[in-house]
């Protein structure tokens, strides 16, 4: 209280600890980190999209690959773990901090777990699709 005697630890605004931290004034939803992290927020988006491409395959029991999966193998994860880093940015607590390397660990061992079903399910067909398109990070 002494380093910040303003903070009332009962209030939304004050949960915000980047605000906090570096001395800003007025409403943290309108602080410059706040604001940035909607743009990951707004991957929420692109994940439903994402959901929708990949049910219309599953229910041809196709393989999906047009779209963002054309880009990477599982687009999903990535817009989750950047929904994940908005609210780390936006409203990072401890238990957030220790949950994120977590998170990433649990889903990319999911994912390879995935890509064996998917290899036993479509055979060469994934493999080809495997081999041309990367499994996080896009190819530009």
Not at 31 to 53: D, Q, R, T, W
Not at 81 to 92: A, D, Y
Not at 101 to 112: D, T
Request: hydrophobic content about 45%.
């Amino acid at each position: 209280q002494t380093k910040f005697p303003g903070l009332d630890v009962f209030s939304h605004d004050s949960g915000h600890l980047w605000s906090t931290l570096m001395g800003e004034k007025g409403d943290p939803h309108f602080g410059v980190l706040h604001i940035a992290s909607y743009n990951f927020l707004g991957m929420f988006l692109f994940a439903l999209k994402l959901l929708e491409c990949s049910d219309h395959a599953q229910r041809r029991k196709e393989l999906a690959t047009t779209g963002p999966y054309a880009k990477i193998r599982h687009p999903q994860y990535v817009a989750f773990v950047m929904i994940l880093l908005g609210f780390l940015f936006q409203w990072p607590t401890l238990l957030t901090l220790l949950m994120f390397p977590v998170l990433l660990w649990m889903y990319g061992r999911l994912s390879i777990t995935e890509e064996k079903e998917m290899k036993a399910q479509f055979g060469d067909v994934y493999e080809q699709y495997a081999a041309k398109t990367p499994r996080f990070i896009p190819n530009f």
